[in-house]
């Protein structure tokens, strides 16, 4: 049995196959993604990349499964949009809106009342990770609910397949000087 390792990208990520011919025909027997093995013996192998999701089965056919944008950590983790259970703050999403309440700090003099709209990352060890602004009220308010959200206590981690991952989670954050 001749082995053969071909590249191919795709949905931008690099995916090694190991080819071997069986009866006279190419079959794939294993995948190289992301530095991970996979193997193909009597199963269907998905892989999920920036792009979306890619399924190889045994036959060697490759399928794209999904288009929705997935983003990548600095180290090559998924970041997922959704998942089985989300993550969780400690004592809830009550318990994070009174965090925020009680560490905002208003500009001086201000009348400006509005939202900022978060999306950071929970990291699968619970953590804090990546911050951005998606929706800004103004530079010095989106600064502030930034500098708030990267003082969080650890989060309960998000979970797929019973294992802790990366997810990204968008949190409104209200300027009402009047609630202060």
Not at 39 to 58: A, P
Not at 81 to 91: A, D, H
């Amino acid at each position: 049995m001749e082995k053969v390792l071909l590249k191919i990208a795709t949905c931008l990520i690099l995916v090694l196959l190991q080819v071997a011919q069986v009866n006279g025909q190419n079959q794939v027997i294993a995948v190289t993604a992301a530095g991970d093995t996979l193997d193909l013996t009597g199963s269907t192998v998905k892989i999920f990349g920036e792009e979306g999701t890619v399924e190889i089965d045994t036959d060697g056919n490759v399928s794209l499964l999904k288009t929705e944008r997935l983003s990548l950590t600095d180290s090559g983790d998924m970041i997922y949009k959704s998942v089985e259970i989300m993550p969780r703050y400690p004592g809830g999403e009550n318990a994070l809106l009174k965090f925020f309440k009680n560490h905002i700090q208003y500009p001086a003099d201000t009348t400006i009342q509005g939202r900022v709209v978060l999306q950071f990352e929970v990291k699968k060890n619970g953590r804090v990770g990546h911050v951005k602004v998606v929706r800004s009220l103004a530079p010095e308010f989106d600064a502030e609910a930034v500098r708030v959200c990267k003082m969080l206590l650890n989060f309960l981690p998000g979970r797929q397949n019973g294992q802790p991952v990366n997810v990204w989670y968008t949190l409104p954050v209200t300027f009402d000087p009047e609630s202060r």
